[in-house]
């Protein structure tokens, strides 16, 4: 069976310190994988999918970055963190040819 | 474009009402539908699906019917338990021209709460 993985699962960072999540997935191979970020509020905001290594579309402009150094593994970044960027991060993977979504933990980012 | 309209809630309830979730999208094209839940402090789960017209998804007792002529797919449950308590997303899944990459699109979730 496949499962996803998030760590850290909460972090507290002061403004402009660097940031780095990581997502990992088993059980599965070349899953295409997503960042969301959750805000208060509730609604979800697609940040970053890869279809592959190395293939990263941003969806939004912002204060972050992704990269996929393995397969089934997925990394967001921040060189200098915004109060802004605080939010609960969730990581999800799919099947290419099929459509349902599977998530992760999540991440619960504090920017103080 | 496409998106999605999920009514916004916060939804109070006592245990064993009867439980509407409304979801409807505008589109081109004929979008595979999701219902996710979200209990607090964790992440989504996909609670239920439909890939095609009048299809019903069903789960945990809520069901939802996809609704060609109203592009709509909304969440019913017959008696709703405190244990139901959660936010609901409905998300449906446009593909993406010349890829294999589906892309959700969620709702902006509703908050339920069921209270003994």
């Known amino acids: 069976s496949q499962t996803i993985h998030q760590w850290p699962a909460t972090l507290v960072q002061p403004v402009g310190s660097p940031l780095s999540l990581e997502c990992t997935v088993e059980?599965?191979?070349?899953?295409?994988l997503y960042w969301y970020r959750q805000a208060a509020g509730r609604g979800l905001q697609l940040l970053f999918y890869s279809v592959g290594i190395g293939q990263i579309s941003s969806e939004v402009p912002q204060n972050l970055s992704a990269s996929r150094p393995q397969d089934r593994q997925f990394i967001l970044s921040s060189k200098k963190l915004l109060l802004s960027d605080s939010g609960f991060y969730l990581c999800?993977?799919?099947?290419?040819?099929?459509?349902?979504?599977?998530f992760g933990p999540g991440t619960r980012l504090t920017v103080t | 474009g496409n998106s999605v309209t999920q009514m916004e809630g916060p939804v109070t309830l006592s245990e064993e009402a009867f439980l509407t979730i409304n979801c409807t999208y505008t589109?081109?094209?004929?979008?595979?539908l999701f219902w996710y839940v979200q209990y607090p402090g964790e992440g989504l789960q996909l609670l239920l699906k439909a890939t095609k017209a009048d299809d019903k998804g069903s789960n945990k007792g809520f069901e939802a019917t996809y609704r060609k002529e109203t592009t709509s797919f909304h969440l019913e449950k017959g008696s709703v338990q405190v244990s139901d308590s959660a936010v609901y997303f409905c998300?449906?899944?446009?593909?993406?021209?010349?890829?294999?990459?589906?892309?959700?699109?969620f709702g902006k979730g509703t908050l339920l709460t069921v209270n003994p």
């Open positions: 998300a449906p899944t446009w593909g993406r021209s010349g890829g294999s990459n589906y892309k959700l699109t």
């Open positions: 999800a993977w799919s099947r290419g040819a099929t459509y349902e979504q599977y």
């Open positions: 589109a081109t094209g004929y979008p595979s």
């Open positions: 059980g599965t191979s070349n899953p295409n």
